[in-house]
């Protein structure tokens, strides 16, 4: 079992920086899997990131230079920095975990997921 609680998001113009942070809490094992995924209004579950315990990351094409996943083992924490930030970028975020020896980038592969927090960009 684990417990995700994110914090950060909130509204910023286009150009813009913004930081996610997930606490999670429970069976932190090294065969966990931690990211995120995003929906805008109207869409579908989007996976914006992915990052394995061993630090390996991957990114949607459309967030790939301007945004980081990070994680702190230590603290089990789990970070997205979104830099040059554009509308397209407004939807609800959430943390998601799930016990994987690779990273997924299906929804439906996360049994865990975070109340979520909603980022708006403004042109």
């Known amino acids: 079992q684990v417990q995700l609680v994110e914090s950060g998001g909130g509204s910023v113009q286009e150009g813009g920086s913004l930081r996610l942070s997930c606490a999670a809490y429970?069976?932190?094992?090294?065969?966990?899997?931690m990211g995120w995924f995003r929906q805008a209004p109207g869409k579908e579950h989007e996976w914006v990131a992915t990052?394995?315990?061993?630090?390996?990351?991957s990114y949607v094409d459309s967030v790939k230079g301007r945004f980081t996943i990070s994680q702190d083992n230590a603290k089990n924490t789990l970070s997205l920095q979104m830099n040059s930030l554009k509308p397209d970028d407004t939807a609800m975020y959430y943390c998601?975990?799930?016990?994987?020896?690779?990273?997924?980038?299906?929804?439906?592969?996360?049994?865990?997921w975070g109340q979520g927090t909603q980022v708006t960009v403004s042109s």
């Open positions: 429970g069976d932190i094992t090294s065969n966990i899997c």
């Open positions: 990052i394995d315990r061993g630090g390996s990351r």
């Open positions: 998601a975990a799930g016990y994987m020896w690779y990273c997924s980038s299906r929804d439906k592969d996360f049994g865990y």
